[in-house]
């Protein structure tokens, strides 16, 4: 075969498929397949041309007088839609707090937050159709208990879109947490109880943003430490099961500390953002991009590039998509100690390794960065 196709042209064929079927099929080919496909400028290239019809959303939760967002086109940060309200129910007659718990297949799940003692709003949205559907109340009380977490998703033997809720009162026993699922197609709640749930039942993260990926929800916990190691630690739930499960995998490295910036799933994979830590300026201020080639296998890590900040700038890193973009608000550097990510003198900067580094003055503190593709999906239809 090496007679026939130039090895170029393998390379540009192999970059064209799925990271996944890539690693999977092709690397026990041969030994000059198996140091390509192992290659982080592969990789990187791989996925960085991978085909992506995503849209950027940038949320601010202190928005007012209610949480804005904007979508942009990733790769020119060009807005579609510019700083506009996130929806919310107009009955209200004061200014809500409104939060992003997650996104599936297009449709975003908001969290509308009450008057106290009122409960919460839960609102599906389709930013593409414009389409809102207010979510009915629970049926069950629980007195002193506030929602602590929130997760988003699909269960696809059932073809039913699935909210995942669990309340708890941080001053009481952990053990008094309750866990909620919704389902789309019934428009009803239910309560599962810990023996439904798999016998195992975690405390999520405080208002952490669930990761949706191959039928699961994810919820990143602390990283801990395990004989001087960082280890990324996860809790998963199964929509199609509806049950729990605790994933663990060291670091890479032991240099990297305890701490992740951020990540995201890609078919098999997952990327993953450590920050480098800069004693003297008291700030992050590079961050290693690696890939697990295989999620929970320590053995496929593979680090891809490195992005270093200039000294006299500030960067908060927001977030990460797929296909290797990551997203800073970056601010002029006062002091070397400490961030001040108020003023003028802020903007929202896009790195990519193949494109280097774009930047735009939006004139907003985005707090976070959602990559999402924009579907016809009607609530209607359930």
Not at 40 to 53: K, W
Not at 106 to 124: A, S
Not at 288 to 302: A, G, V, Y
Request: proline share 6%.
């Amino acid at each position: 075969m090496k007679d026939q196709i130039p090895g170029d042209l393998i390379t540009d064929i192999l970059r064209m498929l799925p990271l996944s079927a890539c690693i999977a099929r092709f690397r026990c080919v041969s030994k000059l397949w198996r140091d390509l496909l192992c290659d982080p400028s592969f990789i990187q290239q791989n996925l960085s041309s991978s085909r992506s019809d995503d849209i950027i959303m940038l949320t601010n939760v202190d928005g007012e007088p209610s949480t804005v967002y904007s979508l942009l086109f990733p790769d020119t940060l060009e807005p579609l839609h510019h700083q506009q309200l996130l929806p919310f129910n107009p009955d209200r007659h004061h200014h809500p707090i409104v939060q992003v718990a997650g996104c599936c297949n297009g449709l975003f799940c908001i969290i509308d937050d009450k008057c106290e003692n009122e409960g919460h709003d839960v609102i599906l949205w389709n930013p593409a159709t414009s389409e809102t559907k207010v979510l009915p109340p629970s049926p069950f009380f629980y007195p002193h208990l506030f929602i602590n977490a929130v997760g988003f998703g699909f269960d696809s033997e059932q073809n039913d879109f699935k909210i995942v809720r669990q309340l708890m009162n941080p001053l009481l026993r952990w053990w008094s947490c309750v866990l909620e699922v919704y389902s789309l197609k019934n428009n009803c709640w239910r309560k599962l109880d810990d023996d439904n749930a798999g016998g195992y039942h975690p405390q999520l993260p405080f208002w952490q943003i669930s990761q949706f990926h191959r039928g699961k929800l994810y919820w990143r916990q602390s990283s801990k430490d395990v004989g001087g190691r960082g280890t990324l630690v996860f809790d998963s739930f199964d929509l199609v099961s509806q049950s729990f499960e605790r994933v663990e995998v060291p670091h890479p490295s032991a240099k990297l500390g305890f701490y992740v910036s951020g990540y995201s799933f890609k078919e098999d994979s997952m990327l993953v953002v450590f920050p480098i830590y800069d004693h003297m300026l008291g700030a992050d201020t590079s961050w290693e991009i690696w890939i697990l080639l295989k999620c929970w296998r320590s053995e496929s890590w593979i680090k891809l590039f490195v992005i270093t900040t200039p000294p006299e700038m500030q960067f908060r890193f927001i977030g990460l998509t797929t296909n290797l973009k990551c997203f800073f608000v970056a601010t002029t550097r006062r002091s070397y100690k400490g961030f001040n990510y108020d003023g003028d003198d802020s903007c929202f900067l896009v790195f990519h390794p193949d494109t280097g580094r774009i930047g735009r003055d939006l004139k907003v503190m985005w707090d976070e960065v959602i990559s999402y593709r924009p579907s016809q999906i009607s609530l209607q239809d359930y």
